[in-house]
């Protein structure tokens, strides 16, 4: 059975509704998945996973929070992490500028990105968890 290790780091609690819609997806496909908080995540949820989400919320200028998220996602550099890969989080104002950087960051860092990042502004709404839940059936589907 595959496993799907979905990262995040959540403030609010939007990007965490996320994962869990994510998660909802993938484990509807007959996928193991495990929640890990940004605060706890190692570099083995990466390397031992089948197939990787990361989730984080846009925080002052269009960057990732800074003090859990962002050291993780940095000491993923030099690790080559060629395994299926999605991004997601939420945010408030901005163009997604945030996500796109990330985006770039994570495909120079050696991850495979399956597809576009989900952005939803604020806390999701029905159509957001439902484009979360889609989320985790197409990564699952990898």
Known sequence: MKTLNIIYWSGTGNTEMMAEGIKKGAE?????VNLVRAEEAELNHVIEA????????????????????E??????????????????GSYDWGDGEWMRNWEERMSEY????????LILQ?????????ECEALGAKIASC
Do not use: H
């Open 28 to 32: 509807a496909k007959d996928i193991k």
């Open 50 to 69: 089948d197939l990787v989400a990361f989730g984080c919320p846009s925080m002052g200028a269009e960057v990732l929070e800074e003090s859990a998220m």
């Open 110 to 117: 050696g991850s495979n990105i399956i597809c576009e990042p």
């Open 71 to 88: 050291p993780f996602i940095d000491s993923l550099n030099g690790n080559n992490i060629n395994k299926p890969t999605v991004l997601f």
């Open 122 to 130: 604020n806390t999701p709404d029905d159509t957001g968890l439902s």
